[in-house]
Nanobody, 121 residues
């Protein structure tokens, strides 16, 4: 069964950091493009970043520039979204998604279940 499993979410204080994990099960991530998304209550899902199989990444949200990064370790079949200097506005459910096409902006064929991140003092 092809699936993505996310972990690492939780409660963090403003200014803190979290590293999420997105691990592939049932397939090898090496040649897949990975997308990183977030969704807040009442809001649509927004794409934070796209990372290609080469490791080249693109970021889409100005408010996370310089604070959020994404990397991948193909040997571990895992992608690592990293969030620093977290703000209450970053509170959301965070998702990863995978697709075999290497063009950012195209839809994704496989989605993770999401992990809740809450930024609060």
């Amino acid at each position: 069964q092809v699936q993505l499993v996310e972990s690492g979410g939780g409660l963090v204080q403003p200014g803190g950091s979290l590293t999420l994990s997105c691990t592939a099960s049932g397939f090898t991530l090496d040649y897949w493009r990975i997308g990183w998304f977030r969704q807040t209550p009442g809001q649509g899902r927004e794409e934070i970043s796209c990372i290609r199989s080469s490791g080249e990444s693109t970021y889409y949200i100005n408010s996370v520039a310089g604070r959020f990064t994404i990397s991948r370790d193909n040997a571990k079949n895992t992608v690592y979204p990293q969030m620093n200097s977290l703000k209450p506005d970053d509170t959301a459910v965070y998702y990863c998604a995978a697709d075999r096409r290497q063009v950012c902006g195209l839809p994704y064929e496989t989605w993770g279940q999401g992990t809740q991140v809450t930024v609060s003092s």
